[in-house]
């Protein structure tokens, strides 16, 4: 571990060595040897990345990120009065937009103390926590340079007041069965009786509504999905042709998940030195970018259950797109 930041209000601590801070080597020589390929979805997010993912949050067809914050706008000020909660840990921090609501609740509430963000970029919590603290007078940062499937021990010990951990987003659909109850088996490590997780999931509606979500008619997300292979190219002297690659997304009904991949227009041979890696691409095949679950409630229950959790309350949108739950010890 060590200290990037210690003036009194604003503490950061780093748990990534520069070369861990997205271990791409190590994955693409992992899911790019398989049968069959697949890559995590974190490494999207390079600058161009992260720009063409706003985007896809501004387009009539991608309604998760717009209906959650609408959700959380309207619930902030109840789900603060029912916790008591002081303190927030938020779990992919990123800029902290969607934190800043409920930052806002505790303020008003009178019992805003401290923000924990979690996150693997040093530039983007830095710039988060200068920005709050400046517009909190009493608010203290501790921010977490870390990757939350692997340093949520290292989320420093609770207050005193009562904690909110949250992770939003839907990030949770991100993960395959085992690793997402291994995760919230994590989450529950940081609380106490009186802690509640807040977690946001995308829910389980007509396919078609799913899929225009992730393959939206301007072709953005498309692009958001082939950055994947622009990111390995630069970093590891790849020669992906990226063009290539065609997007697919499709709701897979069985698992109750959307997948997004890339397929090969023909056979490609590519060369990734900087993983000491030649793949082979047949005509037609597909290397999977991302998945993301959908989830019912008998699915979230079971979940909880597993990582020895129960549903406090529950809070949706109108037309039941999208579901924030406050989540407590059982």
């Known amino acids: 571990m060590s200290t990037l930041a210690d003036d009194g209000r604003i503490t950061i601590d780093s748990w990534l060595s520069d070369w861990e801070e997205r271990a791409l080597p190590r ?17 999207f997010y390079d600058s161009r990345g992260s720009a063409l993912f706003e985007q896809i949050c501004d387009l009539p067809e991608y309604y998760p990120t717009r209906t959650e914050m609408a959700i959380l706008t309207a619930q902030a000020d109840q789900i603060i009065e029912q916790t008591g909660a002081g303190e927030l ?26 923000y924990l963000p979690l996150d693997v970029s040093e530039r983007v919590v830095r ?26 021990p290292r989320v420093p010990a609770r207050n005193g007041t ?4 949250a ?8 993960f395959q069965p085992e690793p997402r109850r291994a995760l919230l088996s994590g989450m529950a490590e940081l609380l106490r009786s009186e802690d509640r997780i807040l977690l ?3 829910l389980v ?3 078609a509504l799913i899929e225009a979500a992730y393959d939206d008619s301007a072709g953005i997300t498309a692009e958001f999905n082939r950055n994947v292979l622009h990111v390995i190219n630069r970093e590891l002297g790849a020669d992906f042709p990226v063009d290539e690659f065609d997007h697919v997304a499709f709701f897979d009904r069985s698992n109750e ?11 490609i041979t590519v060369a990734i030195p900087g993983a000491d890696l030649t793949v082979e691409f047949a005509d037609g095949e597909e290397l999977r970018t991302e998945i993301s679950a959908k989830f019912t409630q008998a699915r979230l229950d079971a979940d909880l259950a597993a990582a020895g959790l129960e549903l406090d309350s529950r809070f949706l949108d109108d037309h039941a797109l999208f579901a924030l739950s406050l989540i407590r010890l059982a």
């Open 167 to 174: 992770l939003l987003g839907g990030t949770i659909g991100n």
């Open 127 to 152: 710039e988060a926590a200068e920005d709050l603290v400046r517009d909190y007078d009493e608010l203290q940062v501790h921010g977490v340079i870390g990757d939350f499937e692997r340093h949520l």
């Open 89 to 114: 840990v938020e779990l992919g921090a990123g800029a902290s937009v969607k934190a800043r609501v409920l930052l806002d609740a505790m303020e008003r509430a009178g019992t805003l103390t401290r």
């Open 257 to 267: 998940w959307i997948e997004m991949r890339l397929r090969a227009r023909r056979p």
């Open 27 to 43: 994955d693409v020589r992992s899911g790019l040897s398989r049968e069959f390929k697949e890559l995590p979805p974190k490494h």
């Open 200 to 202: 946001g999931t995308d």
């Open 205 to 207: 509606k007509e396919p």
């Open 162 to 165: 009562p904690r909110l951990v």
